[in-house]
């Protein structure tokens, strides 16, 4: 069964950072793009990062120099490291995966998988 398992999220102060892990089950992910979303509370989910299965990568405007996208094909795995935390990043952060790099735009309407979920709160 394919599955992407979020972990690491949490509570962290403004200026802390916080890594994020997304396990995915099934050969299939080692070859296409991974990505992370965001949706807080009364907005849209938005694009936080992507990056393909060569290790290229995309970022949000918002996030560019403070987090970063990495991935381990080996292991199924990816994750975003997020330094320099602010409390506009406060969110529910979702793992996606798709076939095809188009369909990391938007609200990600169109993804093959999608995880649960982390809850990541920056707050004092």
């Known amino acids: 069964q394919v599955q992407l398992v979020e972990s690491g999220g949490g509570l962290v102060q403004p200026g802390g950072s916080l890594r994020l892990s997304c396990a995915a089950s099934g050969s299939i992910f080692s070859i296409i793009p991974m990505g992370w979303y965001r949706q807080a509370p009364g907005k849209q989910r938005e694009l936080v990062a992507v990056?393909?299965?060569?290790?290229?990568?995309n970022y949000a405007d918002s996030v560019k120099g403070r987090f970063t996208i990495s991935r381990d094909n080996a292991k199924n795995t990816v994750y975003l490291q997020m330094n320099s935390l602010k409390p506009e990043d406060t969110a529910v952060y979702f793992c996606?995966?798709?076939?095809?790099?188009?369909?990391?735009?938007?609200?990600?309407?169109?993804?093959?998988?999608w995880g649960k979920g982390a809850q990541v709160t920056v707050s004092s």
């Open positions: 996606a995966a798709g076939r095809f790099l188009r369909y990391f735009s938007g609200t990600g309407e169109g993804m093959d998988y």
């Open positions: 990056i393909t299965s060569g290790l290229s990568t």
